[in-house]
Structure formats: structure tokens, C-alpha cells
């Protein structure tokens, strides 16, 4: 594992703590959440995820189009949803999944 690999698995565990700390609060889209959705591709680029496009790596871009168009469209807006500790380890652990199974992680 190489630099790409540690910074983002820094993030997921910054991420993971951070909404165990806001469990229950509201979520509310800001800026920083617009720069994290251009920051986990480049750092997947730098690792060579994108290096052999197969399955992994389009099921990836198509889940980021969907979300990186969703938080443009609903930023700055308070959502209804609310910080769910559970299912952001569900989600981790689904892309942790992807990633390893992408060549990510070798």
C-alpha cells in the first residue's frame, strides 16, 4: 500500500468518527462535501484504481455521477436526513469492498 491508500483510508476513519459524533443531528450539504467528492476520485486515480476499467471501476463512476450531481443540485440545503452511524459503516464497508475487488488495495 502506498501513499493514495492511507490518505483514504484516513478519510473513511475521520468520516466514520465524525458522523458517530453527529449521530441523530440533521445533515446539511456544504462546501466541503462538494471538494470530498473530487478529492476520493483523484486520490483513486493517484492509487491506480482506474489503471484496468472492468466492472468495479464503472459500478464506481456511475455511483459517483449519481451523488456528485445530488449534492450539487441539494447543496447548501438542509436534507431531512439526519447522521446515521450504522449506515455509514455499511457504506464503508461496501466501498472498501469495491475498491479491494477493483485492484485498489494490491
Known amino acids: ?28 450539504m ?23 476499467f472492468g466492472v468495479p471501476q464503472v459500478i464506481y463512476t456511475m455511483m459517483w455521477a449519481l451523488v456528485t450531481g445530488y449534492v450539487i443540485i441539494e447543496r447548501e440545503k438542509k436534507l431531512d436526513a439526519v ?6 459503516v455499511v457504506v464503508i464497508a461496501l466501498m472498501m469492498g469495491l475498491y479491494w475487488w477493483g485492484g485498489f488495495f494490491a
Do not use: C
Open 1 to 28: 500500500m502506498g501513499y493514495p491508500e492511507y490518505i483514504l483510508l484516513a478519510f473513511y476513519v475521520i468520516s466514520l468518527a465524525n458522523t458517530l459524533r453527529r449521530h441523530g443531528q440533521r445533515l446539511k
Open 30 to 52: 456544504t462546501w466541503i462535501t462538494i471538494a470530498i467528492q473530487f478529492t476520493i476520485p483523484a486520490l483513486l486515480i493517484w492509487g491506480g484504481f482506474f489503471s484496468s
Open 83 to 88: 447522521h446515521d452511524f450504522y449506515s455509514t
